[in-house]
């Protein structure tokens, strides 16, 4: 089980369901994933997970992804949007009461695969597809080296497990897909509220800065923290 190449890995999954989910970020692993996987079953299921609902440049990806592929991608809110909500990570003080009531549940990540299995009619025990290389951390190396590409009990699998930079670059070239704009504006993907995604949001998609402080309020103190000091 722990030998499995990546190829071997989607076999294997193939024999156990006939579908499958696909955890998808819009990065380039989960876009490798995607095509890694998409001609072993009859349907590929993927679905986003957003920290800010509606953010424009997300949307222009998702929709994009949605026609190259010819599959819609399921939206649902990210744990950590409940987490730092329930929080009141960024919240002014006038805020908190009507987060309190809101009662938001504190979800995770199965809760997610299990609610994407009811919306699309598939069994409880489908495995979801993600992005995860072996290359991308010594932490993940480790972790796949001694639970194998497949994680039975969690329901997920890593089909590119395996893959280097190179095979990233020579099958995004082979397939003609684009990267998201997420690489442009950061360096890599959209996965925070930190000054690396707050500057370029401010600086490169105002709109989006804007909707950020919708939801984050204060969220601005990072970046009026960051241009005090300059």
């Known amino acids: 089980d722990m030998t499995m ?18 955890a998808f970020s819009t990065g380039k692993d989960a876009i490798a994933a995607w095509l890694a996987i998409r001609d072993s079953f009859e349907a590929v299921h993927p679905y986003y ?3 800010v609902p509606g953010l424009e440049f997300v949307e222009e990806s998702l929709a994009y992804y949605e026609q190259f592929f010819g599959v819609e991608v399921v939206r649902l809110p990210h744990p950590s949007l ?16 009507v987060i309190e009531q809101a009662g938001l549940p504190n979800h995770d990540y199965s809760h997610i695969r299990q609610a994407v299995c009811k919306m699309r009619s598939l069994k409880d025990d489908c495995l979801v597809a993600d992005g995860v290389r072996a290359a991308d951390s010594p932490m993940r190396r480790v972790a796949i080296k001694t639970h194998g590409p497949i994680t039975w009990g969690q329901h997920k699998y890593h089909p590119v497990w395996d893959w ?7 099958c ?13 504006l950061f360096g890599r993907t959209f996965d925070g509220l930190d000054l ?18 919708d939801w984050f309020p204060l969220a601005d103190l990072e970046v009026f923290r960051w241009e005090a000091a300059q």
């Open 82 to 97: 409940h987490r730092w909500l329930n929080n009141y990570t960024f919240q002014p003080p006038e805020r908190c009461l």
């Open 196 to 213: 690396r995604f707050l500057l370029p949001l401010k600086k490169h998609r105002p709109a989006d800065y804007r909707k950020v402080l």
């Open 5 to 22: 190449t990546g190829a071997e890995t989607i076999a294997r999954v193939r024999e156990h369901q006939s579908e499958t989910l696909l």
């Open 172 to 184: 995004f070239k082979k397939h003609n897909v684009k990267l998201p704009i997420d690489y442009r």
């Open 164 to 170: 280097k930079k190179a095979d990233l670059i020579e």
């Open 49 to 51: 997970l957003y920290l």
